[in-house]
């Protein structure tokens, strides 16, 4: 049979089936395209949400590794601590000497005592060793640190600080920096030193003969503020909070911020001072810290009229622990004895300091 026959003899009832049986085909083929097309799109869509799951899981566990803060273990700094808690007769190699004056000076020197501050705000906070004097007042003998568990000494014999201390006065200021003065055959030395936190060590960056050589320096720390410990009494567990300055911050209101003082003050004749954290609040009145200065532990400013007019007294910023002194008037007599509850923050203002008198003291009201 010829392909010609075949063509020639197909009749209309042929046609027909051959046709249905393409359609037929055709249907098959597109059903059978769509179920792939549907499957591979399933599977895709599983892979993707599959993939979306553990890219989830992968960020919630970074995020979650990520917000673990590793605690500081302070206690390490107890055997720097027992150390300086022996007697001094035969100090060991690693600390200063002068914390035989302790014991030598008993006249002068009460303890030794020690405390905890973040001098570079790195969220590790310093050990800092010293002297106290009988008045109070602490010359720093050690400063350490920590870095990967281990503890740091950074007043060393590396950079002539193991010395330190009754002579040799080293002293905190603000943002990690320090400053060194001593005297020897009446030739004065000044040095200013600022904490490395990478590396860490403390930077010699200038010295002098003179302290106006230094140049411009932060403001002093004042130490009186510090939560000083006796060395008898060690660190007992860990903490993650940095020793911040309670109460009054003289330093922040030497720069503008009253923050720390904003409230109503009052002294015993009734008269008020209200602060918020930019100054003063008043019509009348006003603080100039143009010229303020830090004297004795505590900051010495004005009390001005606003209309630039006549009059105005001196006004002191006296955190808890400080006394007000004869500088606060300029005056360089010694026979003023503060009388005020020097165990609060205090305000105070007036023109001349007169013994027995407080009602130039002003106490913030809770």
């Known amino acids: 049979m010829t392909v010609e026959y075949y063509l020639t003899n197909l009749n209309s009832s042929n046609i027909t089936k051959l046709t249905m ?3 037929t085909t055709l249907l098959t083929i597109l059903a059978l395209t769509s179920l792939t097309l549907v499957a591979c799109h399933q599977k895709q869509e599983d892979t993707t949400s599959a993939s979306t799951e553990q890219t989830s899981s992968t960020s919630s566990e970074a995020s979650s590794s990520s917000s673990e803060v590793k605690k500081t273990d302070y206690s390490l700094y107890n055997e720097v601590i027992e150390k300086y808690s022996q007697p001094q007769n035969k100090p060991s ?29 790195n969220g590790t906070d310093e050990l800092i060793i010293a002297l106290k004097i009988k008045s109070g007042k602490h010359y720093i003998l050690d400063i350490r640190t920590i870095q990967n568990d281990k503890v740091i000494q950074l007043t060393n014999a590396e950079n ?4 330190i201390g009754e002579k040799v006065i080293f002293v905190p200021l603000e943002d990690g920096y320090f ?7 009446g030739k004065q030395s000044h040095k200013l030193y600022k904490l490395n936190t990478d590396t860490p060590d403390l930077e010699l960056l200038t010295e002098s003969d003179t302290e106006a050589g230094l140049g411009t320096r932060p403001p002093l ?16 567990g860990e903490t993650t909070h940095s020793q911040e300055i309670k ?9 503008g911020d009253f923050s720390s003082i904003s409230g109503t003050w009052r002294n015993s004749a009734g008269v008020e001072l209200v602060f918020d954290e930019h100054g003063l609040v008043s019509d009348n009145s006003q603080v100039s810290i143009e010229h303020a200065k830090e004297i004795d532990h505590y900051l010495k400013t004005s009390l001005l009229p606003k209309n630039g007019g006549a009059g105005g007294s001196a ?5 808890a622990g400080v006394s007000l002194t004869m500088s606060v008037t300029s005056s360089s ?9 020097t165990t609060k923050d205090r305000l105070w203002s007036g023109q001349q300091l007169i013994n027995g008198h407080t009602d130039g003291f002003f106490y913030k009201v809770e």
Do not use: R
């Open 221 to 236: 720390l004042n130490q009186d503020t510090f939560s000083w410990k006796s060395v008898t009494n060690p660190i007992s």
């Open 333 to 341: 007599d010694n026979s003023y004895i503060d009388t005020s509850d």
């Open 247 to 255: 109460g009054m911050n003289i330093s922040s209101i030497q720069n």
């Open 93 to 121: 190699n690693d600390i200063n000497p002068k914390a035989n004056l302790k014991d030598n000076s008993p006249q002068v020197y009460s303890d030794i005592e020690y405390c905890l501050y973040d001098f570079d705000k």
């Open 160 to 163: 002539h600080l193991d010395f």
């Open 21 to 23: 049986i393409k359609k």
């Open 315 to 319: 006004l002191a910023f006296l955190p």
């Open 179 to 185: 400053q060194l003065s001593s005297a020897s055959g």
